[in-house]
């Protein structure tokens, strides 16, 4: 058996295949409510914990507990009441540092091999931050991680709260691998990943697997998955016996590598953006 679970074209080999979408799970009741006092209606204002958010220290909610804590200031006074509002001319405070509102950035790199996916590295190793360097003033973070052995899609936003939400589990967002073994995967292991292997920190689930190409080379797999738990495509094979030699993330929340080489990055379009902040 070549494929499972649904057909893939054969031209259709390093762009997005065309697995079966997994069905989503009901999203999480019971959200926190919170009282605010009554505030003017001043259109330039905005709350401080999406202030906080926009100039990319945090997400919101994150941002709330930071403000309960004492660590954030407006003109020099602490303030601690959720709900608070500032204005383009108060000044913020947080950890001594005078924060500014910065412009949402956007960011898609294709990552080559060997560096590492950290905004600093004390052994001095090669950091995916010196290939976007140069590409906007702002502070941009990476969204979640890619090892220092994987290569292809990794976001960088300065939306806290954009990147929250892409690497919580409860949103499923979906990436795709390109896999290649350093044997033939066998049919009795292709069916076990199916079904789901069992790790030291539980069961890892895959949305879709399937031979590349023809499926003549059983090397080469392709793998939908939208768990999110550090190195788990390695994991999963490892666990079986089969050492990765290649791994490439192809797709990423519906961002693709087209026309994008390997090393390089480019700005999301706004159609792009706004696909990412549907996603729920």
Known sequence: ?????????????????????????????????????????????????????NAGVCSRREADKLIESGVVSINGKVVTQLGTKVSPDDNIQFGGETLRKEKPVYLLLNKPKD?????????????????IANACKERIYPVGRLDRGTTGLLLFTNDGELAKKLMHPKHGVKKIYHVE?????????????????????????????AFDGDGRDKKCIGLEIHIGKNRIVRRIFESLGYNV???????????????????RWRFLTSLEISMLKMIS
């Open 245 to 263: 030699v290649k791994l490439d993330r192809v797709y990423y929340a519906g961002l693709t590598k087209k026309d994008l080489t390997r090393g």
């Open 115 to 131: 560096y590492i996916t950290t905004t600093d590295d004390p052994d001095n190793r090669r950091t995916v931050m010196a290939l």
């Open 1 to 53: 058996m070549v494929f499972q679970k649904k057909e893939q074209h054969k031209n259709d080999r390093r762009e997005k295949p065309e697995f079966k979408k997994r069905e989503k799970k009901p999203a999480a009741q019971g959200k926190r409510v919170i009282k605010l006092k009554p505030q003017d209606n001043d259109n330039s204002s905005i709350r401080l914990n999406k202030y906080l958010a």
């Open 181 to 209: 073994l350093d044997k033939s995967l066998t049919k009795p292991d292709l069916d076990q990943i199916i079904k789901g292997v069992e790790l030291d920190d539980g069961i890892a689930e895959i949305d879709e697997i």
